[in-house]
């Protein structure tokens, strides 16, 4: 993954932090750029120029509602 750019689009509503963070270090740790974006300033993200965007927690049931 080295030189692979990575966006985590993360809800202004963020639950799981820890979770997210060990995410982002994990990428990291494989060589991937990564950069944590919430999704009120998705247009940060089109800057960044990413290979990947990721979702976390999209399918989470406790997020729902």
Known sequence: MNGVRVVLLVSSKIR????????????EARGASVKLVNTLNWQYALGFRPHL?????????QGIG
């Open 53 to 61: 965007v990721m979702i976390p927690s999209i399918w989470n049931p």
């Open 16 to 27: 799981d932090l820890a979770g997210l963070t060990y995410l982002k270090l994990l990428l």
